[in-house]
């Protein structure tokens, strides 16, 4: 008889991930069984198995425990990002229409599930075939989800996605060959293995790796899909995309920075990709400028984001990670009240409620929308009292203690530009010299919710900072 | 308790939006008793208030940390004043919505004055733009003010944010204002060219001026009376509090470059003001003329100096604040504010007149009045300190005061009244009232400014 190398506490490990396939599962079945399709139950059912799945996931904060010979492991990061994964998959799941498509929407959710336990299987992954096996589970769901919005642009949408995906998974599961080939393991712990550096495959393997990730985290030069993608999909899937697919992603390549680099090498190896941060600083921020298409706008405005979360990580301080991740959570508060807000003002399946004429005489129309869009916008741009602004003063103080004064510098001249293009919208809200748009509203309860928890979080992450200390991202 | 000073004023201005739109009475009466409330609280509360709460400890310790004691004092009092005559002159299609910006205003720029930690000087800093640029949305006329306002002043805020990061890495902890330590090290200047430059942005000075002049004379009176007054000493306050007990050497180092251009500013603010025909741009250039005299004196360093800018930040913040308050009402009743269309207002407005000569005079420098004081401090202290020459040179600014000053007096209070405009009526009691205790201060700091001497002597001493 075969013995079982695998405990139950392996099992235990994944039983997240479990619950929220599993239910993904019963949302199919319950569409099948029931009589009329209703949105409602599908969305309630997901949304309470993504609770249930975050309430299981905390159980094991703290505890170190390597999975399956160390292909999966627990710990305060991997639970952490999960949580990100779960809130922000709950928080999209509740922008959606239950009205529109009923038929469809036990579907969508499913969907919807399936990549979120995508991207918790990529928050503790930590060997190489973990983290390919998360990437596609995510990717290929996503290749639906986006394509589900009944204007073409969605199709488009879709296809693009899944072309360029698919080349930068190609990069990524190339990188993976090479790395492999280099020091014969695909455990990322002992990639850290400084005889391997100086095998030529390792840094070409090493490279390949980065540009894949480069382009799951959507940076600059590797962005050109995101801002189209994201008009293309339906707003919740766009919402969805900005935040998950960006955790998943830098989670695997925290611990790659972090755990699956010796040391010597570590500089030369990821210098280039935070220079490539700092350009999306930039170039996000002024690809902001000139959208007129909220979603657009937020593409871009998470392109730049994003590489501030990721300068975060210069330098492979312990304090880095924890910044990286207080700037994480901010983003999803900021990002997806902001999502909410457009949500609301889309009744429609063309979604011309994202348009930035659509928020002309918001201000006068819907006071506190207004307000909480100018909340959420001013706190993309770094105004306090948001979480915003100080996840900025503390990547601000890593960096220059990490001796990265130039991703500084880059942070600021990036936030700069952003202003005019956030203060855009905030201006066409106030602005009585304009027209006002004429568009109803939606009705969506639960973005309303949504709206009011962000808000909430927002301001009390400005003066609780939560930065967990037993995060480090370490395979061991 | 000082927290109260910050968040009262916050919180009744969102409560604000509450009342009807079209409400004047409700938003003009409360938003006095808040202004007057935060009037109070630290005049007889007889302690410094001191509100702490630690709120970061890693990567450097920050706690949220306000007081009202020290230099702070009568900053506080004068912004509150400053908040209930603008609330009080208020009167206006939105009366609700600008009392409510108003009332916000006052309560970010409670947070910066009185800040003892620079993170939390550093957070107000930003919130305190946002409410001017709001109103420079809802009733601004050009588009681009709001922007060029809001661009200018929040990259600005964005460098002092850099150097509070840096500084907060470099020293421990930014929980330190009042205290005094000199930071050394090739990081220092840096640091502090940061936070001079978002200071100097905001105050403003040549050459990055150029927000300034379409922002005061776009605003809405009673913002700009603020925003003039109060809003532009936060960045001379931050000199004060940050700049010379931390940063002596760096300010040394970058002596001379600050000299040159707070001279510049001088003589560049009076010659525009000379040639401009709106009245409100002239007394907006005329501020980048006064306020250069006070960047000169922080400058040169000089304990005598300091003192004078302290109280001609006060001089300034009054005679400014019931300039902009008086040009409203002139604005709201000849509709115009072109030198060339005015004339001969005294005859029939002798109240609007009278305020209008006294802190006209109190700008021009008149002995007897709080500008003069601080004008004569500020020179005798850079003469004192060996800097002939800047003395010399800032003396000519303040011949020129009395030419533009005299011309604005001239053109609008007399000359020969203008039969085309009809509609004329005198100031109002409420109208009068808002102006009063600003005028009543610019005489009392004129004939008796010791107290606030006091206060200025404290200037980086550790308290």
Same mark, same amino acid.
Request: charged share 10%; aromatic share 12%; glycine share 10%.
């Given at each position: 008889? %075969?013995?079982?190398?695998?405990?139950?506490?392996?099992?235990? =490990?994944?039983?997240?991930?479990?619950?929220?396939?599993?239910?993904?599962?019963?949302?199919?079945?319950?569409?099948?069984?029931?009589?009329?399709?209703?949105?409602?139950?599908?969305?309630?059912?997901? %949304?309470?198995?993504?609770? =249930?799945?975050?309430?299981?996931?905390?159980?094991?904060?703290?505890?170190?425990?390597?999975?399956?010979?160390?292909?999966?492991?627990?710990?305060?990061?991997?639970?952490?990002?999960?949580?990100?994964?779960?809130?922000?998959?709950?928080?999209?799941?509740?922008?959606?229409?239950?009205?529109?498509?009923?038929?469809?929407?036990?579907?969508?959710?499913?969907?919807?599930?399936?990549?979120?336990?995508?991207?918790?299987?990529?928050?503790?992954?930590?060997?190489?075939?973990?983290?390919?096996?998360?990437?596609?589970?995510?990717?290929?769901?996503?290749?639906?989800?986006?394509?589900?919005?009944?204007? #073409?642009?969605?199709?488009?949408?879709?296809?693009?996605?899944?072309?360029?995906?698919?080349?930068?998974?190609?990069?990524?599961?190339?990188?993976?060959?090479?790395?492999?080939?280099?020091?014969?393991?695909?455990?990322?712990?002992?990639?850290?293995?400084?005889?391997?550096?100086?095998?030529?495959?390792?840094?070409?393997?090493?490279?390949?790796?980065?540009?894949?990730?480069?382009?799951?985290?959507?940076?600059? #030069?590797?962005?050109?899909?995101?801002?189209?993608?994201?008009?293309?999909?339906?707003?919740?899937?766009?919402?969805?995309?900005?935040?998950?697919?960006?955790?998943?992603?830098?989670?695997?390549?925290?611990?790659?920075?972090?755990?699956?680099?010796?040391?010597?090498?570590?500089?030369?190896?990821?210098?280039?990709?935070? %220079?490539?941060?700092?350009?999306?600083?930039?170039?996000?921020?002024?690809?902001?400028?000139?959208?007129?298409?909220?979603?657009?706008?937020?593409?871009?405005?998470?392109?730049?984001? %994003?590489?501030?979360?990721?300068?975060?990580?210069?330098?492979?301080?312990?304090?880095?990670?924890?910044?990286?991740? @207080?700037?994480?959570?901010?983003?999803?508060?900021?990002?997806?009240?902001?999502?909410?807000?457009?949500?609301?003002?889309?009744?429609?399946?063309?979604?011309?409620?994202?348009?930035?004429?659509?928020?002309?005489?918001?201000?006068?129309?819907?006071?506190?929308?207004?307000?909480?869009?100018?909340?959420?916008?001013?706190?993309? =741009?770094?105004?306090?009292?948001?979480?915003?602004?100080?996840?900025?003063?503390?990547?601000?103080?890593?960096?220059?203690?990490?001796?990265?004064?130039?991703?500084?510098?880059?942070?600021?001249?990036?936030?700069?530009?952003?202003?005019?293009?956030?203060?855009?919208?905030?201006?066409?809200?106030?602005?009585?010299?304009?027209?006002?748009?004429?568009?109803?509203?939606?009705?969506?309860?639960?973005?309303?919710?949504?709206?009011?928890?962000?808000?909430?979080?927002?301001?009390?992450?400005?003066? @609780? #900072?939560?930065?967990?200390?037993?995060?480090?991202?370490?395979?061991? | 308790?000082?927290?109260?000073?910050?968040?009262?004023?916050?919180?009744?201005?969102?409560?604000?939006?509450?009342?009807?739109?079209?409400?004047?009475?409700?938003?003009?009466?409360?938003?006095?008793?808040?202004?007057?409330?935060?009037?109070?609280?630290?005049?007889?509360?007889?302690?410094?208030?001191?509100?702490?709460?630690?709120?970061?400890?890693?990567?450097?310790?920050?706690?949220?940390?306000?007081?009202?004691?020290?230099?702070?004092?009568?900053?506080?009092?004068?912004?509150?004043?400053? +908040?209930?005559?603008?609330?009080?002159?208020?009167?206006?299609?939105?009366?609700?919505?600008?009392?409510?910006?108003?009332?916000?205003?006052?309560?970010?720029?409670?947070?910066?004055?009185?800040?003892?930690?620079?993170?939390?000087?550093?957070?107000?800093?930003?919130?305190?733009?946002?409410?001017?640029? !709001?109103?420079?949305?809802?009733?601004?006329?050009?588009?681009? +003010?709001?922007?060029?306002?809001?661009?200018?002043?929040?990259?600005? /805020?964005?460098?002092?944010?850099?150097?509070?990061?840096?500084?907060?890495?470099?020293?421990?902890? +930014?929980? &330190?204002? /009042?205290?005094?330590?000199?930071?050394?090290?090739?990081?220092?200047p840096w640091i502090f060219a940061g936070f001079a430059l978002a200071f100097v942005v905001k105050t403003p000075v040549f050459p990055l001026h150029t927000w300034m002049p379409p922002t005061y004379s776009d605003s809405p009176p009673a913002m700009v009376s603020v925003v003039s007054?109060?809003?532009?000493?936060?960045?001379?306050? /931050?000199?004060?509090?940050? /700049?010379?007990? !931390?940063?002596?050497?760096?300010?040394?180092?970058?002596?001379?470059?600050?000299?040159?251009?707070?001279?510049?500013?001088?003589?560049?603010?009076? !010659?525009?003001?000379?040639?401009?025909?709106?009245?409100?741009?002239?007394?907006?250039?005329?501020?980048?003329?006064?306020?250069?005299?006070? &960047?000169?004196?922080?400058?040169?360093?000089?304990?005598?100096?300091?003192?004078?800018?302290?109280?001609?930040?006060?001089?300034?913040?009054?005679?400014?604040?019931?300039?902009?308050?008086?040009?409203?009402?002139?604005?709201?009743?000849?509709?115009?504010?072109?030198?060339?269309?005015?004339?001969?207002?005294?005859?029939?407005?002798?109240?609007?007149?009278?305020?209008?000569?006294?802190?006209?005079?109190?700008?021009?420098?008149?002995?007897?009045?709080?500008?003069?004081?601080?004008?004569?401090?500020?020179? +005798?202290?850079?003469?004192?300190?060996?800097?002939?020459?800047?003395?010399?040179?800032?003396?000519?600014?303040?011949?020129?005061?009395?030419?533009?000053?005299?011309?604005?007096?001239?053109?609008i209070i007399n000359g020969p009244e203008r039969p085309d405009i009809p509609h004329r009526r005198d100031l109002t009691w409420v109208e009068g009232l808002a102006v009063a205790p600003l005028l009543a201060a610019v005489v009392i700091l004129g004939v008796y400014p010791h107290a606030?001497?006091?206060?200025?002597?404290?200037?980086?001493?550790?308290?």
């Amino acid at each position: 008889m %075969i013995s079982n190398p695998y405990t139950w506490a392996d099992w235990n =490990a994944v039983l997240p991930l479990f619950i929220v396939a599993g239910v993904a599962v019963l949302i199919l079945l319950a569409d099948l069984v029931m009589r009329k399709s209703n949105g409602w139950v599908s969305m309630l059912l997901g %949304i309470a198995g993504l609770i =249930a799945a975050g309430v299981v996931a905390a159980q094991s904060y703290g505890q170190a425990h390597d999975a399956f010979g160390g292909g999966f492991v627990l710990g305060g990061f991997a639970v952490v990002l999960q949580e990100v994964i779960i809130i922000s998959s709950i928080f999209s799941v509740a922008l959606m229409h239950a009205t529109w498509r009923p038929e469809r929407m036990g579907g969508v959710v499913a969907l919807i599930l399936w990549a979120t336990s995508g991207a918790m299987l990529m928050a503790g992954a930590a060997n190489l075939m973990t983290v390919f096996l998360g990437l596609e589970l995510l990717s290929l769901a996503l290749y639906c989800l986006c394509a589900l919005a009944d204007r #073409p642009a969605s199709r488009e949408a879709g296809l693009k996605y899944l072309i360029l995906s698919s080349t930068a998974s190609g990069f990524l599961l190339f990188g993976m060959a090479m790395l492999f080939g280099a020091t014969g393991s695909v455990t990322l712990a002992s990639l850290a293995n400084p005889a391997a550096a100086a095998n030529p495959l390792y840094w070409m393997g090493g490279g390949l790796f980065l540009i894949g990730i480069a382009f799951k985290l959507s940076l600059v #030069p590797f962005h050109v899909w995101s801002p189209d993608v994201y008009e293309g999909a339906p707003l919740p899937v766009t919402a969805f995309m900005s935040v998950v697919t960006k955790a998943g992603a830098l989670a695997v390549f925290a611990r790659f920075a972090y755990a699956a680099v010796p040391g010597g090498v570590s500089h030369a190896l990821l210098v280039p990709f935070f %220079i490539i941060a700092g350009i999306s600083m930039i170039a996000g921020n002024v690809g902001m400028l000139a959208q007129t298409d909220m979603k657009r706008l937020l593409a871009y405005s998470g392109i730049a984001q %994003i590489g501030y979360i990721v300068a975060a990580l210069a330098g492979g301080t312990a304090l880095g990670v924890r910044y990286a991740i @207080y700037y994480l959570v901010a983003y999803m508060f900021m990002n997806l009240g902001a999502f909410a807000v457009v949500a609301i003002n889309s009744p429609t399946p063309a979604e011309e409620g994202s348009r930035i004429e659509s928020f002309q005489g918001l201000g006068a129309r819907r006071p506190p929308l207004a307000a909480a869009m100018t909340f959420f916008l001013l706190a993309l =741009a770094g105004f306090p009292p948001t979480a915003g602004f100080l996840g900025k003063i503390l990547i601000l103080s890593t960096n220059v203690s990490a001796g990265f004064p130039w991703l500084a510098a880059l942070l600021i001249a990036g936030t700069a530009i952003s202003l005019y293009a956030y203060f855009k919208v905030i201006r066409l809200m106030y602005d009585r010299h304009v027209k006002a748009y004429t568009g109803a509203f939606a009705r969506l309860p639960l973005a309303y919710v949504t709206l009011a928890i962000c808000a909430v979080f927002v301001v009390v992450m400005t003066f @609780y #900072p939560f930065t967990p200390s037993n995060v480090l991202p370490l395979a061991k | 308790m000082s927290l109260v000073l910050i968040v009262l004023p916050i919180l009744a201005g969102c409560a604000l939006f509450f009342v009807p739109r079209t409400d004047r009475f409700i938003s003009r009466a409360g938003g006095c008793a808040v202004a007057a409330i935060t009037f109070f609280l630290p005049l007889l509360a007889g302690n410094d208030g001191t509100f702490a709460a630690r709120w970061l400890s890693r990567p450097f310790t920050a706690s949220l940390h306000w007081s009202w004691g020290g230099l702070a004092f009568w900053i506080v009092l004068l912004l509150a004043l400053c +908040t209930f005559c603008a609330v009080l002159a208020t009167n206006m299609a939105q009366t609700r919505t600008m009392v409510a910006l108003l009332l916000m205003l006052e309560g970010t720029m409670m947070g910066v004055f009185m800040a003892r930690d620079i993170l939390a000087f550093a957070l107000f800093w930003d919130l305190m733009l946002i409410p001017p640029f !709001f109103a420079l949305v809802g009733w601004g006329g050009h588009r681009d +003010t709001a922007w060029r306002y809001l661009i200018y002043n929040f990259s600005g /805020g964005l460098l002092l944010l850099l150097s509070t990061a840096a500084f907060g890495v470099l020293y421990g902890s +930014t929980d &330190v204002i /009042g205290t005094t330590h000199q930071l050394v090290g090739q990081w220092a200047p840096w640091i502090f060219a940061g936070f001079a430059l978002a200071f100097v942005v905001k105050t403003p000075v040549f050459p990055l001026h150029t927000w300034m002049p379409p922002t005061y004379s776009d605003s809405p009176p009673a913002m700009v009376s603020v925003v003039s007054s109060v809003q532009s000493k936060a960045g001379l306050f /931050g000199f004060l509090i940050i /700049g010379l007990p !931390f940063f002596a050497n760096a300010m040394g180092e970058w002596r001379w470059a600050f000299i040159v251009a707070s001279l510049v500013s001088l003589l560049y603010g009076a !010659f525009i003001a000379l040639m401009q025909t709106d009245a409100k741009r002239i007394v907006a250039y005329s501020s980048l003329s006064h306020l250069g005299l006070i &960047v000169l004196a922080i400058f040169s360093q000089n304990p005598t100096a300091i003192q004078g800018a302290y109280i001609y930040i006060m001089a300034h913040a009054l005679f400014s604040a019931a300039l902009f308050l008086i040009l409203g009402y002139i604005e709201e009743r000849e509709d115009t504010r072109s030198l060339a269309r005015l004339g001969g207002l005294g005859k029939a407005n002798p109240k609007l007149a009278g305020a209008f000569t006294i802190a006209a005079l109190a700008a021009l420098g008149l002995p007897g009045l709080a500008g003069f004081v601080g004008e004569i401090v500020i020179l +005798t202290g850079v003469f004192k300190n060996g800097y002939f020459w800047p003395a010399l040179i800032a003396l000519i600014p303040i011949v020129l005061a009395s030419a533009y000053i005299l011309r604005l007096l001239q053109d609008i209070i007399n000359g020969p009244e203008r039969p085309d405009i009809p509609h004329r009526r005198d100031l109002t009691w409420v109208e009068g009232l808002a102006v009063a205790p600003l005028l009543a201060a610019v005489v009392i700091l004129g004939v008796y400014p010791h107290a606030v001497l006091y206060a200025a002597s404290l200037v980086g001493v550790a308290r």
